[in-house]
Structures are given as structure tokens and as C-alpha cells.
């Protein structure tokens, strides 16, 4: 009797840790060259929204080793070309990928129309933009500001940036590498647009720092599209605090929307591709985080229950703008058009960002 009970553990054992290999088995390969097809050393390669980067070797090549199924963009850099992206999905077998970098054109120096004070101001209401206003946000700095491009056009203060903005952000614990594809802020409807890829870098610090750090990140974790987004993934999204609701009349940014008060099953909504992605399609909902009281709904009711409210500091707004969206288990959804946000969460930027290798405290 004991044999067998040894080898039924044996053998779960042996299954568990088969389980736990295969999820981090996967890499990927690849060969960034110019268009002559001329190798690139030390072109910087990384993945975006993680703390993976690296730079090719004297062949061009590179490698990302043990890696999950999932979602992932890769981003090149090289100084002289034009940054490269690429969506991959990692599903059941590694990837190998060929890269070409065209040499970027030549541009003119910007020139700054009104001076210092005009490129101060630009800066002030970018770092407000672009970092947040809130306590993680406010404490980020940027490394390298002149960096920074700025140019104005019928209201709207556009930004761009020829290489890495260094940000640390000393609340949290990262020093981070920004990649500014865009921005643009519109001041007569307060509406900010930006689009960029981050690597993130865990800082050193004492045990007392790192303590802090852990505390700050699992603040910023909490409520956030990650969290969200994971727990979409298990199925435990009002069991984690969420408690979404669907939008029943036409909903615009900062109106008033009436909403069906009875919480989401996300059974309905969402459809198991594999054992490592799933797929959430909605079409406008009301986003809150709020823990103690997704703990006590118990409703039941077959019919809508119609309320209003207007979008505010603690409410909000998810439209999914493509047919679906395709989510790991890391939270990472392979289109970065999938979701319109607006409300609470659409006011965490960068300096409340976490990078995909974060994971809370198991106790939580």
C-alpha cells in the first residue's frame, strides 16, 4: 500500500513539474539585418511591457529563452534606423524571425518656436500627461527630457522622441526605458493619445526599499487593466474585486451613462481558445474596483435593473473597439487598439505601470 501511495505521488509530482517546465519552454529566435542584409551588432532588442531586452551579437543574433505562451510584441533599436515592431504569439512551438531595420532619413533639427519658456511649459504639461498625477506619477523623472520633440498644430500638443526616454520611478522600484511613438493632447476636450513600448528595469535597493517597492507595486496592481485582464484569464473577476456592468444607452467620454446594475457573468463573454489564451468580447461596460462590495453581491435577477451615472473619479468605462480581445495569463492582450478607456482607470499612465513579470504577494 505505501509502494502505491509513493508512486501515485511520484507520479504527480512528475506531472506538476512537466506542467510547470512546459509553461516556460518556449524562445525566441532571431537575425536583425539591414536591407543589404549586412548583420546589425548591438542593435537593442526587447519585449515590450516586460523587463526582457538584449543586444544582438556580432551575427545580428538574438535569443529570449524560457518563455510562456502568450502575447508578446517585439521592438528593435538601432541609432540611424527606423525602430521595428512585431506582434508574435507563442502558442505550441518557438519562433524564429528574420528582421530588417531601413535606414532612417535624415531629419532637421526641430526648432523651438518661443524660446526655453515655450519648451518649459511643453514639459510641464507633458510630464502631467504622460507620467500621471498620481503619487507614482508625480515621483517619476526623466532622465533625459531634451530629448523630447514638441510641436503644436489647431490646439493639440503633439511629442516625439529619437530615442529611449530614461524614466526612474522611485516609488515602485524601476528604472524604465520608453520608446515614444506618439502623443498628442487635445486641451479643448482634455482628451490625451499616446502609443510607445517599455522595458522595465528593477532597481537595486536595501531590504527596507525593496519592502516599500513591493508594498507600492501591489497598490498600483490592484484595480488595474493587468489585474483585470488576469483575472478575465481565471475566471475570478468578481471574486477579485471587479464589478462590471453593461452600458445600455449610448455612452460618449464624460457623460452620463445608464447601465444595467446586475454584475457581468463573464462565462458569457468569454470563450477558451486553448489552455493558454481566451478570448473577451463585450461592447461597452462600466469598470469598478471595489472589493468589499463584489464580496456581497449576491443578486439573482433575471430582469435589467436600469440605472444612471455620470462618469467621475471612481467609475469607469471599457469600449472594445476590435471584435475581440485575445488575453494571456499574464494579462497581456495582443492589440493595444482593443480597449477605449475612459474615467478612473484611463488616468493611470506610465508612472503607474508594472511590468508583465509582476506577480502579487501569494497572500493577498
Keep these: 500500500m505505501k509502494q502505491l501511495y509513493f508512486c501515485v505521488s511520484l507520479c504527480i509530482l512528475l506531472l506538476i513539474s512537466f506542467q510547470v517546465s512546459a509553461q516556460n519552454n518556449f524562445t525566441i529566435n532571431g537575425k536583425v539585418t539591414d536591407t ?29 529563452t524560457r518563455l510562456d505562451a502568450g502575447n508578446y510584441h517585439i521592438i528593435v533599436t538601432m541609432v540611424g534606423f527606423t525602430p521595428f515592431s512585431q506582434a508574435l504569439v507563442i502558442q505550441n512551438k518557438s519562433e524564429d524571425i528574420s528582421i530588417k531595420l531601413n535606414v532612417k532619413e535624415i531629419e532637421l533639427a526641430q526648432v523651438n518656436i518661443g524660446g526655453k519658456d515655450h519648451w518649459d511649459s511643453y514639459f510641464k504639461a ?16 526623466i532622465m533625459n527630457p531634451r530629448i523630447i520633440n514638441f510641436s503644436t498644430k489647431k490646439g493639440i500638443l503633439f511629442a516625439d522622441a529619437n530615442d529611449f526616454l530614461i524614466i526612474e520611478n522611485p516609488r515602485l522600484g524601476y528604472r524604465v526605458k520608453y520608446l515614444l511613438k506618439s502623443f498628442g493632447y487635445d486641451s479643448s476636450s482634455g482628451i490625451t493619445l499616446y502609443t510607445g513600448d517599455a522595458s522595465f528595469e528593477p532597481m537595486q535597493g536595501s531590504p527596507r526599499m525593496q519592502r516599500e517597492w513591493n508594498k507600492n507595486r501591489f497598490e498600483a496592481y490592484q484595480g488595474s487593466l493587468m489585474h483585470f485582464l488576469r483575472s478575465v484569464y481565471q475566471n475570478r473577476v468578481l471574486k477579485e474585486g471587479f464589478i462590471i456592468n453593461p452600458i445600455i444607452d449610448r455612452w460618449a467620454p464624460g457623460s452620463v451613462i445608464y447601465y444595467d446594475a446586475r454584475p457581468l457573468r ?6 477558451a481558445i486553448d489552455t493558454s489564451f481566451v478570448a473577451l468580447k463585450f461592447n461597452k461596460v462600466m469598470y469598478t474596483y471595489n472589493p468589499k462590495k463584489a464580496a456581497s453581491i449576491k443578486t439573482n435577477s433575471a430582469y435589467p435593473i436600469q440605472k444612471q451615472k455620470t462618469v467621475d ?9 476590435t471584435p475581440e480581445a485575445v488575453i494571456d495569463h499574464r494579462g497581456a492582450h495582443r ?7 475612459d474615467g478612473k482607470l484611463a488616468r493611470n499612465r506610465v508612472g503607474d505601470q508594472l511590468p508583465y513579470e509582476y506577480e502579487p504577494p501569494a497572500n493577498n
Excluded at 313 to 321: E, P, R
Design 36 to 64: 543589404n542584409n549586412a548583420p546589425l551588432k548591438g542593435a537593442t532588442v526587447f519585449i515590450s511591457g516586460s523587463e526582457r531586452i538584449t543586444a544582438c551579437d556580432d551575427e545580428g543574433r538574438f535569443k529570449f
Design 126 to 141: 507633458f510630464k502631467q500627461l504622460f507620467l500621471g498625477k498620481s503619487k507614482n506619477g508625480k515621483a517619476c523623472v
Design 266 to 271: 463573464f462565462d458569457t463573454l468569454v470563450r
Design 313 to 321: 473619479g471612481g467609475v469607469t468605462t471599457i469600449k472594445l473597439y
Design 335 to 341: 492589440d493595444f487598439r482593443d480597449f477605449l478607456i
